[in-house]
């Protein structure tokens, strides 16, 4: 599959149930992500719901189904944090490999620079012994689009009887000046985005 077969556009509220399938191994069977049980529909729905007030949420599309998604969410809740998100992508188990977190990464990236948004910023789970549960192809794939390690910390995650580091990777997307920009809201800009 070419990466260029891929379509992205924003999510909506109800692509909850698809996302949510697609989100539901990553509990259940890794340790990417530290949540212990899978969100029932409606909380995922308002997770959604809620992003899209502020952030980008994009999902990718093959023959018209959602094989991936990944949004922007607060860094911290602080109002000199507001030029930095965290991000976060999750791609279906029969669509690695294809190139939709790359696409998806530099569609949630354009959309974070019309927004004015300086820093991304990726909050990846780690291990010096990759198992069943945790590999570090994240942090592989966070590298390849631009960007670096900043921090770590040891024995932070505890899941499958097994604890696990943490790191923190950003990048940055524009320039840091005395007088940033003021950041947009999502909605303010998502008009003028074209993904494909």
């Known amino acids: 599959m070419k990466n260029h077969e891929i379509e992205i556009r924003t ?3 109800s692509d909850a149930e698809r996302l949510l399938e697609i989100y539901k191994p990553y509990v259940e069977k890794t340790a990417i992500t530290f949540e212990y049980e899978v969100p029932s529909l409606e909380e995922f729905a308002l997770r959604i719901d ?3 007030k502020k952030y980008p949420y ?3 599309l093959k023959d018209g189904k959602i094989i991936g998604y990944a949004y922007a969410s607060e860094f911290k809740g602080r ?3 507001d030029w930095a998100v965290e991000t976060s992508i999750y791609i279906a188990e029969d669509a690695k490999r294809m190139g939709t977190g790359k696409k998806l990464y530099q569609s949630l990236e354009k959309s974070l620079v019309l927004q004015n948004i300086l820093n991304m910023n990726a909050c990846i789970a780690s291990t010096d012994n990759e198992d069943e549960h945790l590999t570090n192809g994240s942090i592989a794939f966070h590298e390849k ?3 670096l390690t900043v921090g770590k910390f040891h024995a932070v995650g505890y899941k499958f009887g097994k604890w696990y580091d943490m790191i923190w990777m950003e990048k940055h997307i ?3 000046n005395e007088n940033p920009r ?4 999502f909605c303010e800009i998502k008009d003028f985005l074209k993904f494909n």
């Open 182 to 185: 003021t950041v947009k809201k």
């Open 79 to 81: 109002a000199a944090y």
């Open 11 to 13: 999510a909506s509220v």
């Open 58 to 60: 994009l999902v990718a």
């Open 145 to 147: 689009m631009g960007f």
């Open 50 to 52: 809620n992003t899209l």
């Open 174 to 176: 524009g320039d840091h």
